[in-house]
């Protein structure tokens, strides 16, 4: 009877070992499938941030598509992000920052449903590419980057290498130098600083998140390589005559000037005086080139020199102030009022649900027909971009799409009560304002959205942070 119960306790004890064995092995299973999914989502999101911005077709080669691949190497990375979501799908939590954006999502969806042009919506409008199926990739890219992007050494010299590239070539371009275009027989418009984006104005709002992080890296991290990367992204910014990126980094440098008053030691101050004597010096050189540099600046000074963009805002400003008729105040800002007029009009038309993403255009032509026709006869050009980011969204997803939009961004700008005191938080934050300051005046582009995108979900990574 013992050897009985002995014997039945002893099985009973091998079938809980084994149990428990069984279990030990599935768990480090579903570890490694975990951790290599882990990596996946990390290479995944250096192609989008490192890879992407480089790809392009040349401008005047493929005029209407030269950001075609930018957009197909953006939704390979997606659907890759999104399996990867799948596989994770058991662990996956939200917070009350990643419900104000699934609501925002909600939003995009419903419109797209209830569209003027479906298949637009859905894919974008031609070479701006920024439809549902975009926003599913920025939404990707931020979940990934708040939860499972980790910090390794190699993603700052990713990152040297990529804005040095790009920068040069914006530099060069503007001074008519750069030698593909010669050595390939590239047609190219002159003094056109785009770099691989296709539009100086795009390559600007790329420059206007660059240039801060690196005057924030080298006042905080004291590398004198933050300091070369600054004046090298400086130039490329100066150069590429984009106003708001120059309005972005201004706000960036604001934030920049709290941070040393509150942080103030002469270490710091020495920082900060290096960087503004640098840009001083820069600066000047841009203005006022020698003779053999201006004779390789051509075209329209008013565009093509920091001397005609400050004369051309004088001119904005006077018209601004002066009694003058609403036709010419319209075209302030390179047209820019005028078009947020037309805009606002949409809006006004469909202020619940919008239009459908990216279908601005549709939108102006049908329900805003009589001033859009007049502005094509006048222009030759077509609306299909409202040149502010938020008017954007009011016009083509609603005005209750943008307004979850902004409490989405707020959150994440005021979640760090501490900002100045957090270096980290803070490198991120002075990029992400600068970009959103930008954004008033400029457009989004798949480009450099998605680096947005990504910071947004990188400043909430404690892990990630704590390890810059």
């Given at each position: 009877m013992f050897k009985k119960l002995n014997k039945m306790k002893h099985e009973k004890s091998n079938k809980i070992k084994i149990s428990e064995s069984t279990n030990l092995n599935n768990e480090i299973t579903i570890t490694k499938k975990h951790t290599k999914t882990d990596k996946v989502i990390n290479v995944i999101l250096c192609i989008i941030v490192f890879l992407i911005p480089l790809l392009t077709i040349p401008r005047m080669v493929a005029l209407n598509w030269y950001n075609i691949v930018k957009y197909i190497a953006l939704l390979i990375c997606g659907t890759i992000l999104l399996i990867c979501i799948i596989l994770k799908r058991k662990e996956l939590k939200f917070d009350l920052i990643d419900k104000t954006l699934l609501a925002f999502f909600i939003f995009i969806v419903l419109s797209t449903i209830f569209s003027i042009n479906v298949p637009k919506a859905i894919l974008g409008e031609e070479n701006r590419y920024e439809g549902l199926l975009t926003f599913i990739v920025y939404f990707l890219t931020y979940y990934c980057a708040k939860y499972y992007f980790t910090y390794n050494k190699h993603l700052k010299t990713f990152a040297i290498i990529v804005v040095s590239i790009t920068s040069v070539i914006g530099i060069l371009q503007y001074y008519n130098i750069f030698p593909l275009y010669y050595i390939f027989d590239i047609p190219y418009v002159e003094s056109f600083a785009s770099a691989t984006f296709g539009n100086r104005n795009f390559f600007g709002s790329f420059l206007s998140m660059i240039v801060p992080i690196f005057m924030a890296l080298y006042i905080i991290k004291k590398k004198k390589v933050y300091l070369i990367m600054s004046f090298l992204s400086f130039g490329a910014i100066l150069v590429t005559m984009t106003r708001s990126a120059w309005v972005g980094l201004a706000a960036a440098s604001v934030l920049g000037l709290i941070y040393v008053i509150k942080n103030f030691n002469k270490d710091i101050l020495i920082r900060t005086i290096h960087i503004i004597v640098g840009f001083v010096i820069i600066f000047i050189f841009v203005l006022i080139p020698p003779p053999f540099i201006s004779n390789l600046i051509s075209g329209n000074t008013n565009i093509n020199s920091l001397a005609g963009r400050f004369d051309l805002t004088n001119e904005d400003l006077e018209i601004l102030f002066s009694e003058t008729t609403e036709q010419k105040k319209a075209n302030l800002g390179s047209g820019?009022?005028?078009?947020?007029?037309?805009?606002?009009?949409?809006?006004?038309?469909?202020?619940?649900?919008?239009?459908?993403?990216?279908?601005?255009?549709?939108?102006?032509?049908?329900?805003?027909?009589?001033?859009?026709?007049?502005?094509?006869?006048?222009?030759?050009?077509?609306?299909?971009?409202?040149?502010?980011?938020?008017?954007?969204?009011?016009?083509?997803?609603?005005?209750?799409?943008?307004?979850?939009?902004?409490?989405?961004?707020?959150?994440?700008?005021?979640?760090?009560?501490?900002?100045?005191?957090?270096?980290?938080?803070?490198?991120?934050?002075?990029?992400?304002?600068?970009?959103?300051?930008?954004?008033?005046?400029?457009?989004?582009?798949?480009?450099?959205?998605?680096?947005?995108?990504?910071?947004?979900?990188?400043?909430?990574?404690?892990?990630?942070?704590e390890n810059l």
């Open positions: 820019r009022i005028g078009i947020w007029i037309l805009s606002l009009k949409a809006v006004a038309q469909e202020p619940l649900l919008g239009t459908g993403p990216d279908t601005l255009k549709d939108a102006l032509i049908y329900n805003v027909t009589e001033e859009t026709i007049a502005r094509m006869e006048k222009t030759h050009a077509y609306v299909d971009k409202a040149h502010n980011e938020y008017l954007q969204i009011a016009a083509t997803i609603g005005i209750p799409a943008l307004i979850i939009y902004l409490a989405f961004i707020i959150q994440i700008i005021f979640k760090d009560k501490k900002l100045f005191e957090h270096n980290a938080t803070f490198i991120f934050i002075v990029a992400i304002v600068s970009y959103l300051a930008q954004a008033f005046f400029n457009i989004s582009t798949i480009g450099v959205t998605p680096i947005l995108w990504l910071l947004l979900g990188i400043v909430q990574n404690e892990k990630f942070k």
